[in-house]
Antibody, heavy 121, light 110 residues
């Protein structure tokens, strides 16, 4: 069974940092683009970042550019999101999702259960 | 404000056919394929349709989708109570160099 399991969420003060992890299983992790998508409480889905299968390409939404860093360890089948200089508006459930081998032609076919990040003093 | 526009709500009675629309621009829907997601209450999103009109594995053929120009639509026929969920469209945006989602449509089965 294909599975993604996020961890690392929690309560952090404004200006603080947090690192999310997403453990993948049941598929060849190293073959796929991977993404982070977030959802603020009661709001819609917002794409955050993506990384190519070999880690050679990363892309970010303008709202997180320069503050968040996506990375992956294909040997550990794990995706990461390092979040720095956190703001109240970053409060959301963060989902990791599997893209395709060719990202733009594929949907996000596997999703994790999400991890909640709350930025508050 | 989302880059892709969706009506906030839609509704129908069991057995009915409902349509959810998604409007974008030449940089997203107009030049790239569109995907549709279903999010049941309290759960993670699920891919319903990819590449404009391809049903994801296990998705019943009651769900169909189409695209024309810079707009797209998701149709659900034979509406069931379990279809009550939020539905999102998404596409790659060449100008923003990123994925964009619609604001979501909350479907209520009356």
């Amino acid at each position: 069974e294909m599975q993604l399991v996020e961890s690392g969420g929690g309560l952090v003060q404004p200006g603080g940092s947090l690192k999310l992890s997403c453990a993948a299983s049941g598929f060849t992790f190293s073959s796929y683009w991977m993404h982070w998508v977030r959802q603020a409480p009661g709001k819609g889905l917002v794409w955050v970042s993506r990384i190519k299968s070999d880690g050679s390409i990363t892309t970010y939404a303008d709202s997180v550019k320069g503050r968040f860093t996506i990375s992956r360890d294909n040997a550990k089948n794990t995706l990461y999101l390092q979040m720095n200089t956190l703001r109240a508006e970053d409060t959301a459930v963060y989902y990791c999702a599997r893209g395709g081998v060719n990202d733009i032609l594929s949907g996000f076919s596997v999703w994790g259960q999400g991890t909640l990040v709350t930025v508050s003093s | 404000q989302s880059v892709l526009s969706q009506s906030p709500s839609a509704s129908g009675t069991p057995g009915q056919r409902v349509t959810i629309s998604c409007s974008g621009s030449s940089s997203n829907i107009g030049s790239n394929s569109i995907n549709w997601y279903q999010q049941l209450p309290g759960t993670a999103p699920k891919l319903l349709i990819y590449h404009n009109n391809q049903r994801s594995s296990g998705v019943p053929d009651r769900f169909s989708a189409s695209k024309s120009g810079t707009s797209a639509s998701l149709a659900i026929s034979g509406l069931r109570s379990e279809d009550e969920a939020d539905y999102y469209c998404a596409a790659w945006d060449d100008s923003l160099t990123g994925w964009v989602f619609g604001g979501g449509t909350k479907l209520t089965v009356l």
